[in-house]
């Protein structure tokens, strides 16, 4: 199955590249928003300064850097923000991030070159996880110090989870036949400030999350089964009368699991029969 992604993913897409082995796909639509938004900024940039393009980043934002420094400004600044600590994220979460980070890409407003997109597309479908410890910096000004991890690989360095094997990125992207990104306006930037590392970690909890909740109405309506119980309490008008629509949304559910039940008990079923009822008279 291939995901096509122009605009933005639904959560049923993301689980299907999560967990199902969907391949992610560039659509033309989203191939034209990154290389319009990359040449718009190259235009714009060219007589001015802008932050993180041509200046220092934070408190040194007051400073122009020299034109012949800004492809090293933005090497810089993945590979000082490189400082995670800690046993490496699962990959799970890290795929998750690297689909959220070119959700943001193909929006159009990031002004870098299509092939950081192309690369991280590359990343997930051929199961190519940056290394990304578990402790460092999350929603400071980004999830700066899990994207600057991403960063680092897609620039040829650091480490990589590949085929259950720690390995250099280097050596992985070879043997893959990729080439590393590179820099031409913001890349660094843009990478490295965001929070993909969060909104990856939380698709992956939802869908979980809703797995574990349609786990648990089975279970309430298998329990509902063994007990033999009556079914008026599923009823709409019933769980309407309470005016809570996560209610209305399980009652509904679990009607629909037990519609054939041949265990659950049916008020209209249960009318009273005389047929042995004592006759005798006195």
Partial sequence: MIVYLENRLSLEEIRSILFEGATLQLSD?????????????????SDKVIYGINTGFG??????????????????????????????????????????????LVQGYSGV??????????FIN????????????????????????????????????YNGEWRNTSDVLKENGLEPINIYIREGLCITNGTSMMSGIAAVNLIHSQKLFNHSIVASALVNEIASSYDDFLTHELNAAKHHEGQIFVAQMMREILKDSQC???????????????????
């Fill in 59 to 104: 408190p040194m934002a007051q400073f122009r850097v020299d034109d012949k420094f800004l492809k090293e400004l933005q090497y810089n600044i993945i590979r000082s923000h490189s400082t995670g600590a800690g046993e490496p994220l699962d990959d799970i979460f890290v795929k998750a991030a690297m689909i959220a980070r070119v959700g943001t």
């Fill in 113 to 122: 070159h299509l092939s950081v997109a192309e690369l991280i597309v590359e």
């Fill in 126 to 161: 051929r199961g190519i996880f940056p290394k990304i410890p578990r402790h460092g910096s999350v929603g400071a000004s980004g999830d700066l110090v899990q994207l600057a991890h991403i960063a680092l690989t897609l620039i040829g360095e650091g480490e990589v989870h």
């Fill in 264 to 282: 659950t008990l049916r008020r209209e079923d249960e009318l009273y029969d005389n047929s042995h009822a004592d006759t005798t008279t006195f």
């Fill in 29 to 45: 639509k989203a191939k034209d928003n990154i290389n319009k938004s990359y040449e718009f900024l190259k235009d714009f940039s």
